[in-house]
């Protein structure tokens, strides 16, 4: 079995469309855009996709809802945390080596708790 895809919600399309395609700008995932309610990055064997809620109440942030991303190695992880944190995001966790993984937490501009690892 294989996850596949994983949603966050938002509250605005636009911010969080500039903050996941510069934060996934190396990845090389493709950004589509199927309608206003929801952006998509896919890639082989991966899908990942901001949404405004199908009920049309705001987006809140889950508690204890994380998604993680294994970026590769701890270079890259450092790199990404920054520039999460400079595309606005809050940290989370500072990147680090927390038991067998070197990984690093941030929030995205709706609240939604991000984990990059290697």
């Not at 469309?17 to 929801?38: E, H, V, W």
Request: net charge negative.
């Amino acid at each position: 079995m294989k996850m596949n895809y994983f949603v966050v919600g938002t509250n605005d399309m636009e911010a969080a469309k500039t903050f996941y395609s510069a934060l996934f700008d190396q990845s090389g995932l493709q950004c589509l855009s199927p309608s206003d309610r929801m952006t998509y990055w896919v890639g082989e064997d991966f899908a990942f996709a901001a949404a405004k809620p199908f009920d049309e109440n705001p987006a809140t942030v889950g508690n204890g809802m994380m998604v993680g991303f294994s970026v590769g190695g701890a270079e890259e992880v450092t790199r990404m945390h920054a520039l999460a944190i400079d595309l606005g995001g809050t940290c989370e966790g500072k990147p680090g080596q927390r038991g067998p993984r070197f990984s690093a937490y941030v929030r995205d501009l709706d609240g939604n708790k991000l984990c990059l690892s290697d």
